[in-house]
């Protein structure tokens, strides 16, 4: 089992491992727009465990740029352990 915890609330959700976070995110009042990586709107950054999640995708890349703690929900799929993401 996998964990995603907000940094604001301290709210802390249960998922299965290789999960997307999009459901839970949109839950916790994160903004989505397209769902599909283009506009921006599901953008949080991650605090702790970066590694937990897949890496960046190219979709993230075109609108983030190559580097940085910033990911789109949209995008994300939580492997394992926690990540903790403020928004
Ligand atoms: S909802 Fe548009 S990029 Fe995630």
Do not use: H, W
């Amino acid at each position: 089992m996998a964990s995603l915890t907000f940094f604001e609330s301290g709210i802390r959700k249960e998922l299965p491992d290789n999960s997307g976070i999009k459901e839970v995110c949109e839950e916790a009042g994160i903004p989505f727009g397209c769902k599909d990586g283009l506009c921006g709107t599901c953008l949080i950054t991650v605090i702790e465990g970066k590694e937990n999640l897949s890496p960046r995708n190219d979709k993230e890349n075109d609108l983030l740029g190559p580097a940085g703690e910033e990911r789109l929900a949209c995008q994300c799929i939580l492997k394992q352990g926690n990540v903790t993401i403020k928004y």
